[in-house]
């Protein structure tokens, strides 16, 4: 089992930057891949960010490569998605996002419905 709370969203300006956490618990943390998802109102969710924890491999929605970097420290159960350059269409609910992968998956699991455990949300506003 593992729980998930998310934290870190709020109101930004368009260009500023946001760091979101999600803290993990939960014995087997470390062989989960964790992940960011989104939702706008009226949208589907949507794939954001993904870490492997086998071989730390990152991988990233078109729609923020370049302005995101997701982050995990074990240590603490803790993963971080850091957004630059924000803009009015991150606006979200975001999601953290958790499932065991086996060791030496490097791929991406960017579906929903690959996915077990989900905080509850942290709502991020972009304005212009």
């Known amino acids: 089992q593992v729980q998930l709370v998310e934290s870190g969203g709020g109101l930004v300006q368009a260009g500023g930057s946001l760091r979101l956490s999600c803290a993990a618990s939960g014995r087997t943390f470390s062989s989960y891949t964790t992940s960011w998802f989104r939702q706008a109102p009226g949208k589907e969710r949507e794939f954001v960010a993904t870490f492997n924890w086998s071989d730390s491999s990152t991988y990233y929605a078109n729609s923020v490569k370049g302005r995101a970097t997701i982050s995990r420290d074990n240590a603490k159960k803790t993963v971080y998605l850091q957004m630059n350059v924000m803009k009015p269409e991150d606006t979200a609910v975001y999601y953290c996002?958790?499932?065991?992968?086996?060791?030496?998956?490097?791929?991406?699991?960017?579906?929903?419905?690959?996915?077990?455990?989900w905080g509850q949300g942290t709502q991020v506003t972009v304005s212009s």
């Open positions: 996002a958790a499932r065991f992968s086996p060791p030496g998956y490097s791929g991406r699991y960017s579906q929903p419905h690959d996915y077990l455990y």
